[in-house]
Nanobody
Framework: QLQACGGGVVQAGGSLRLSCAASGTILSINVMSWYRQAPGKQRELVAGIASSSAPNYADSVKGRFIISRDNAKNTVHLQMNSLKPEDTAVYYC?????????????WGQGTLVTVSS
């Protein structure tokens, strides 16, 4: 399973760091990503990082957000800088994990980020 944390309320221009940890009998993790869903909008990809590739970012967060992963700890982080009110959303971590249960997609429970103007 995936457990996310780090959301909260921050003023515009501020920073937050989200973290997500995968647990269980994990053999390998392919992609780890962060998605977000704002009220009334569809869920969108924010940033993703594969096991041996460079990260990719949505255009709206390029230059402000940094995704990183710790393969030894099966964790993924999202450092969010220069936050804007339009970044307000529930953020979900995602991972494609190969475990003793096979290859599956997993989602975290979501963590709310609120950016006030």
């Amino acid at each position: 399973q995936l457990q996310a944390c780090g959301g909260g309320v921050v003023q515009a221009g501020g920073s937050l760091r989200l973290s997500c940890a995968a647990s269980g009998t994990i053999l390998s993790i392919n992609v780890m990503s962060w998605y977000r869903q704002a009220p009334g909008k569809q869920r969108e990809l924010v940033a993703g990082i594969a096991s041996s590739s460079a990260p990719n970012y949505a255009d709206s967060v390029k230059g402000r957000f940094i995704i990183s992963r710790d393969n030894a700890k099966n964790t993924v982080h999202l450092q969010m800088n220069s936050l804007k009110p339009e970044d307000t959303a529930v953020y979900y971590c995602y991972a494609n994990i190969f475990s003793n249960m096979g290859l599956r997609d997993y989602w975290g429970q979501g963590t709310l980020v609120t950016v006030s103007s």
